[in-house]
């Protein structure tokens, strides 16, 4: 199925459902949002009373702003990975056939169901950092080599040191697109762990990548604006939603059809 023949379908799908599927969109948008401005107001209290200098935001020269910086971000994934999680769980239950309908609210009363959540976020979120760290160690090594003003020895070291720097990003934005089913996946096999379902999300979308980025591309423009986002996001995230139900259904097809060939044999 082509990207334009899923948007297709998927519009059909959610004929008169467009306000629901935002209401169940907006909340993680919305702590997200609210953090990000939390996080800019304290930041300009310490520039203010001159707790730290400007410079000192880009180059963690402030201690306080590393531990704070943690602080912060741990909040942020305790608030957000639930509502996340609980927006995936509505999504799968409206564009999937069959599938029970489930209410947020009940979902977010649930410890287990914020254990596991805030686990496979923040799970995710490491696969992310780890993939991260050699382009990033690599990119800084090879500015080094540049920076020093070297010959043609530490030239050419430093072309092949930015080749695998390049490589290495490539990667980190392979795992970046890898963890966006996770919520997903969480959502179709409660029995998994959400370390399990983390894991899970790097083979499940191997091959599959492309979906993500061909939303992002369609959508990102009409969603940046004021009209267009309350049109445009309900249908990006059924979209995606339905895109990730399709690729469940083909994995099941396929593992039954080899279940089917050993019973055979």
Request: glycine letters at 8%; one cysteine or more.
């Amino acid at each position: 199925m082509s990207i334009w023949e899923l948007i297709g379908y998927t519009r059909r799908r959610i004929r008169g459902r467009r306000a629901e599927i935002l209401l169940a969109c907006l909340p993680p948008i919305a702590a997200g949002l609210l953090f990000r401005l939390g996080e800019a107001a304290f930041y300009s209290m310490l520039l203010y009373f001159g707790a730290m200098r400007p410079a000192e935001l880009f180059t963690g020269g402030y201690a306080g702003q590393l531990i704070l910086a943690v602080l912060l971000t741990l909040l942020r994934w305790g608030v957000t990975a639930p509502l996340i999680c609980a927006s995936a769980e509505k999504l799968r239950a409206i564009v999937t056939d069959g599938a029970e309908d489930v209410s947020a609210s009940e979902l977010l009363l649930h410890g287990s169901f914020l254990r596991r959540s805030i686990t496979a976020y923040a799970a995710g979120r490491l696969i992310c950092f780890a993939a991260l760290v050699p382009a990033a160690l690599l990119g800084a090594y090879a500015y080094t080599l540049l920076a020093d003003g070297g010959g043609s020895g530490e030239l050419f070291a430093a072309s092949n040191v930015a080749a695998l720097a390049a490589v290495s990003a490539l990667l980190w934005l392979a795992a970046r697109l890898s963890i966006t089913a996770v919520p997903f996946l969480l959502a179709e096999f409660p029995e998994r762990s959400a370390l399990a379902c983390a894991a899970m999300s790097l083979s499940f979308m191997r091959g599959r990548k492309r979906l993500p980025l061909a939303l992002a591309a369609v959508y990102a423009l009409p969603i940046l604006s004021v009209v267009g986002l309350p049109i445009f996001l309900p249908e990006l995230a059924a979209a995606f939603a339905t895109g990730i139900s399709i690729f469940t259904k083909e994995d099941e097809y396929a593992r039954s059809a080899v279940r089917r060939v050993r019973r055979a044999g």
